[in-house]
């Protein structure tokens, strides 16, 4: 069975940081891109950014670019999403989500960030 | 970046009945080396991840129920529910993965009648 478990999520302060883990299994991860897409509150789904197998490539919107960080350890079989500078706009579910190419066909069960003062 | 643009926002519609939505993508999503779109639908319902339901366009992920069905090529799109069921009420999406950034469409949002 494929899983997906994304962790990490909380409540922080405008400014602060956050780290979000996703725990996958069930499939051979290390050939999979890796993405995290967000959903904010009242709005559609918003791609984020993601990795390639390996990790050799990474891709950002242009929204995170600078303030985020995505990787990978495969042998953890895992994928992680640093947030630094977080704002209100970051509130959003992250889900974790892979796929052999850009198209995700796992999905995980989202963790809530929520930055509020 | 690639726009989605999904018509109509939000649908009503009997059960038993054809539901339609439409995707409209800024650039053509049809890669010819590849021989095929680069477009996605995916059903969000409340409290749970999407959940793939089409890929290349008319491609259905396994276990999808065949009242299921997308269509189109290039930059029109369309994802057909025919006979709704109440199990269907839903959040539609379409994505292009064509190229970067990803993009998704607004949403369709789908309800009874």
């Known amino acids: 069975e494929v899983r997906l478990v994304a962790s990490g999520g909380s409540l922080v302060q405008p400014g602060g940081s956050l780290t979000l883990s996703c725990a996958a299994s069930g499939f051979d991860f290390s050939t999979y891109w890796m993405n995290w897409v967000r959903q904010a509150p009242g709005k559609g789904l918003e791609w984020v950014a993601n990795?390639?197998?390996?990790?050799?490539?990474?891709y950002y919107v242009d929204s995170v670019k600078g303030r985020f960080t995505i990787s990978r350890d495969d042998a953890k079989n895992s994928v992680y999403l640093q947030m630094n500078s977080l704002t209100v706009e970051d509130t959003a579910i992250y889900y974790c989500?892979?796929?052999?190419?850009?198209?995700?066909?796992?999905w995980g069960q989202g963790t809530q960030v929520t930055v509020s003062s | 970046e690639i726009v989605m643009t999904q018509s109509p926002d939000s649908l009503a519609v009997s059960l038993g009945e054809r539901a339609t939505i439409n995707c409209t993508s800024s650039q053509s999503l049809f890669s010819t080396p590849k021989n095929k779109n680069f477009l996605a639908w995916y059903q969000h319902k409340l409290g749970q991840p999407p959940k793939p339901l089409i890929y290349a366009a008319s491609t259905r992920e396994s276990g999808v129920p065949d009242r299921f069905s997308g269509s189109g090529s290039g930059t029109d799109f369309t994802l057909t529910i025919t006979s709704l069921q109440p199990e269907d009420v839903a959040v539609y999406y379409c994505?292009?993965?064509?190229?970067?950034?990803?993009?998704f469409g607004q949403g369709t949002r789908l309800e009874i009648k």
């Open positions: 994505q292009q993965f064509y190229s970067g950034p990803i993009t």
């Open positions: 989500a892979g796929g052999g190419g850009w198209y995700s066909d796992y």
């Open positions: 990795i390639k197998r390996g990790g050799s490539e990474k």
